[in-house]
């Protein structure tokens, strides 16, 4: 259904920790590993649910990030999806279940975790080879992570996907969307996010979603929050430097020129049988075909009472 004016201008006010802090709200985590395109899904959903998103600033109104802060009684007000706060994480789906919300429901967004690593480097700027070769130890001796991002809550990229793909729809329903289905066929992903939210939407409206959220278009917002030191995209240009960007290319296979075949013999171990379930096959291109862990749709769930999935 479409939403209406009326239901696009609910809105709640952040009060204590904010639109992140522990809330009776019914939440719909976007969840992914870090560094899987869960920025630029989240400017597609704003875009698709609220309209038009100028600022890093305003798309933490719209679909907050809870490990952003947000503290205070006077930051701005969240909006809400049909009396639904949508919420990005990195956790482990048991570690979100800890923080006191009552889960409806999750978009769950995975990516070949052989480019989630070369985005790694790139966000951590390990371009010497010392860099590279410390990240890449610590990836392995994690199993697929960083200290850093086991300490945050967020695990290895296995244990992740186990987490939000077999865990969590035994509680909840949830929809895995594949970053590279989102690149190749962005209206056909997109439509089947808008019927999970239980939207309908014409091509005209998704076709203004996907060009609203071109990467030069994010790029071009990056660069205006860096310039006036606001929103995330300020933050992030603040501590990275001069010459960082959020959004590089963000095309797909980027590891088969960035990744030595060395390296992907001892990488993609830690990854199976996921990377092969997922349809990301060693030394292969990834299938076109996305895969939704349930039918259920996020609106229809009893959001006081989910109904477990099968498995």
């Known amino acids: 259904m479409r939403l209406s004016e009326k239901e696009k201008q609910?809105?709640?006010?952040?009060?204590?920790r904010g639109c992140g802090g522990p809330s009776t709200m019914p939440v719909i985590w976007l969840a992914s590993f870090p560094k899987s395109g869960n920025t630029w899904m989240r400017f597609l959903l704003a875009r698709l649910l609220f309209g038009p998103v100028a600022s890093s600033a305003e798309l933490e109104c719209l679909i907050p990030d809870i490990h952003e802060p947000r503290m205070g009684p006077d930051a701005p007000p969240c909006r809400l999806h049909q009396g639904h706060l949508l919420l990005k994480t990195h956790w482990t789906f048991d570690v979100a279940e800890q923080q006191g919300r009552r889960t409806a429901g999750a978009i769950y967004l995975v990516r070949d975790p052989r480019d989630m690593l070369v985005s790694l480097f790139r966000y951590f700027r390990a371009t010497t080879p010392a860099a590279r070769d410390r990240l890449l130890t610590n990836f392995v001796e994690t199993g697929g992570s960083t200290p850093e991002f086991v300490g945050f809550g967020f695990g290895n990229w296995r244990q992740h996907v186990e987490s939000w793909l077999v865990a969590a729809p035994r509680r909840v329903p949830v929809l895995l969307v594949r970053y590279e289905d989102m690149l190749a066929r962005p209206r056909a992903e997109l439509r089947r996010?808008?019927?999970?939210?239980?939207?309908?939407?014409?091509?005209?409206?998704?076709?203004?979603?996907?060009?609203?959220?071109?990467?030069?278009?994010?790029?071009?917002?990056?660069?205006?929050?860096?310039?006036?030191?606001t929103g995330v995209f300020g933050r992030l240009a603040r501590s990275k430097g001069e010459g960082f960007t959020f959004f590089p290319s963000g095309r797909a296979g980027s590891h088969r020129e960035l990744l030595r075949r060395s390296e992907l013999r001892l990488l993609e171990p830690l990854f199976e049988?996921?990377?092969?379930?997922?349809g990301y096959e060693a030394g292969s291109s990834a299938k076109a075909d996305g895969t939704a862990v349930t039918s259920r749709t996020l609106a229809d769930t009893a959001v006081g009472n989910p109904r477990p999935t099968p498995g």
């Not at 609910?10 to 204590?16: C, K, N, P, W």
């Not at 996010?193 to 939407?201: N, R, S, T």
């Not at 049988?273 to 997922?278: C, I, K, N, V």
């Open 273 to 278: 049988p996921w990377l092969t379930h997922l």
């Open 193 to 229: 996010l808008a019927e999970a939210l239980g939207m309908e939407v014409e091509d005209g409206e998704l076709d203004a979603c996907i060009e609203d959220s071109r990467i030069d278009r994010l790029r071009a917002i990056e660069q205006r929050d860096a310039r006036t030191g």
């Open 10 to 16: 609910v809105t709640v006010r952040s009060t204590g």
